[in-house]
């Protein structure tokens, strides 16, 4: 058993927060687990979890809120889609917040009033794929009463996305090789959904709204809008009407 523990790949993990107390006592239970794990230090550089160690890493320690009042919910969206392991490490206690990460595909989440003997055992966790729940996502997915919140399936999340970074709907019916008509399906059960959910999205302005709200999509991705012709990059503006 010995042996094979020695053969054993070691942990990574990288952190993204701006807190260097926060970031300082992390890496001590790192050093002190067993076996130690290795932790990399991006600060609140989102681009260092995309290159170099942090690239690597196993798993992603991710603060939430590196702008007070701007949760990264696009951001872990954009992780997770990735193929990244994420785990949430936040201030925020509230359940709206930890099921909505959830959601979005964190393997955990952890507030930061939860230390050392629930990090160490979630990093271990998203190492491996799996997810780890501590006593404050326990108590929020026991509470989950969140009817504002629609839920969208993953093909219904990625046409929404396809058509928001898309002028036409004919593009994202070429994209992702379906009909126009289905396109027109999948956006309309979204409207629907968030409908019912007492959050009416009944222009694509509202809807993209919405999508910002819920981590869908970010504004860097908003951004990067092409148009048919001549591949030029349009504002999300430009395209809203349709």
């Excluded at 108590?139 to 999340?157: I, V």
Aim: contains cysteine; charged residues 25%; aromatic residues 4%.
């Amino acid at each position: 058993m010995a042996t094979d523990r020695m053969k054993e790949k070691p942990i990574s993990a990288v952190i993204v927060d701006d807190h260097a107390a926060i970031v300082a006592g992390v890496r001590y239970w790192c050093e002190q687990a067993v076996p130690p794990i290795d932790l990399i230090d991006a600060g609140d550089r989102l681009s260092l979890v995309w290159t170099g160690a942090g690239a690597a890493a196993d798993v992603v320690i991710f603060d939430l809120e590196l702008v007070p009042g701007q949760p990264e919910f696009g951001e872990l969206r954009r992780l997770v889609d990735n193929g990244r392991r994420v785990i949430v490490y936040s201030q925020h206690a509230d359940n709206a917040t930890a099921i909505k990460c959830v959601d979005l595909g964190a393997l955990a989440y952890l507030t930061k009033r939860e230390g050392q003997d629930h990090l160490v055992p979630a990093i271990r966790a998203a190492a491996h794929g799996r997810p780890y729940t501590a006593p404050s996502l326990s108590g929020a997915l026991m509470t989950d009463s969140t009817p504002d919140r629609p839920r969208l399936s993953p093909r219904e999340a990625e046409v929404l996305r396809a058509w928001f970074a898309s002028s036409s709907k004919e593009l994202v019916a070429t994209r992702l090789d379906i009909t126009v008509k289905t396109v027109d399906t999948y956006i309309a059960r979204v409207r629907v959904k968030y409908a019912n959910a007492g959050r009416t999205a009944r222009t694509k302005t509202e809807l993209v709204g919405r999508a910002l709200d819920d981590g869908l999509i970010t504004l860097a991705e908003l951004n990067q809008t092409v148009t048919p012709m001549s591949g030029v990059h349009r504002t999300p503006d430009d395209a809203m009407p349709s």
